[in-house]
């Protein structure tokens, strides 16, 4: 399967790697970022793709060593194959402390249930050969424990659900606000509100970004296009702001189903 090189500068690569997946599961890429030795592994992925991933990987890393595994939230698209990853590597795996004693749930053998680590809510740093990338807090953005990476070499903001896009045949994002119908859907449905959209946005201002890489869909990339994208989620309404007037009993139906 093809892969995607993001960024290198000879010490440090970013590669994505591009749908693995196939029949009706939904849509969802697989990140890797390599420096020097040691590499990262985002959001894997269930059971069907893990042997497509795992060898590109091992591709990838050469003689090197996968050192962390990152779980951005508890979807199956992202966690069911972490056993097999447990048990095939020496890696750490990182999620939210709310998921922590969820994930065992996959299928986690108890022998490298130990390696499953807790992501404090304030989000945390891992080091890797002296690269610090950020676990940043994107609570609600869908999951009630959801985090987002920033790493500063490559200045990429792996998103996760966030930028999440369905339905178009790019892998770049051309026109952001021509791309808009391939998002707003599914924001305006699995995003809580606009209140954690507009924290979001001013969380994430700050940063040097150059390119936002959701889990889904295509790439933003590019200062203009990565401010657009931020200005039109502090401005979306979504989740429960358009959802209020559903919160009623539902009335009996005039044609019932039997």
């Excluded at 990987?57 to 003689?63: N, Q, R």
């Excluded at 959801?146 to 930028?163: A, E, T």
Aim: proline letters at 5%; hydrophobic letters at 45%.
């Amino acid at each position: 399967m093809s892969s995607t090189v993001l960024f290198d500068d000879g010490n440090h690569k970013n590669i994505l790697l591009e749908d693995f997946g196939t029949g009706t599961a939904v849509q969802a890429n697989q990140h890797l970022i390599i420096h020097d030795d040691e590499g990262m592994i985002l959001d894997p992925g269930g059971h069907k793709i893990f042997n497509k991933v795992a060898a590109t990987i091992t591709d990838w890393l050469g003689g090197g060593k996968l050192r962390y595994i990152f779980l951005s939230h508890q979807d199956p698209d992202i966690v069911a194959a972490i056993n097999a990853w447990l048990m095939t590597t020496e890696a750490d795996a990182y999620v939210s402390v709310l998921w922590e004693r969820f994930i065992p749930h996959f299928g986690v053998d108890k022998f490298v249930v130990n390696r499953l680590k807790p992501i404090p809510d304030e989000g945390m740093i891992l080091e890797m050969n002296g690269v610090s990338l950020s676990l940043i807090p994107a609570h609600f953005l869908h999951s009630c424990g959801n985090f987002q990476v920033y790493d500063p070499v490559s200045k990429i903001l792996y998103s996760g659900d966030l930028g999440a896009s369905f339905g178009m045949d790019y892998i770049d994002v051309p026109d952001f606000y021509a791309h808009i119908q391939y998002i707003a859907g599914f924001h305006k449905r699995y995003i809580v509100s606009n209140e954690i959209m507009r924290a979001w946005a001013a969380m994430i201002r700050p940063l040097d970004i150059e390119i936002i890489a959701p889990q889904h869909g295509a790439l933003i990339k590019g200062r203009k296009m990565v401010t657009q994208f931020i200005d039109w989620c502090e401005n979306l309404e979504c989740g429960f702001n358009l959802m209020k007037g559903l919160y009623k009993l539902p009335e009996k139906s005039k044609n019932p189903i039997s």
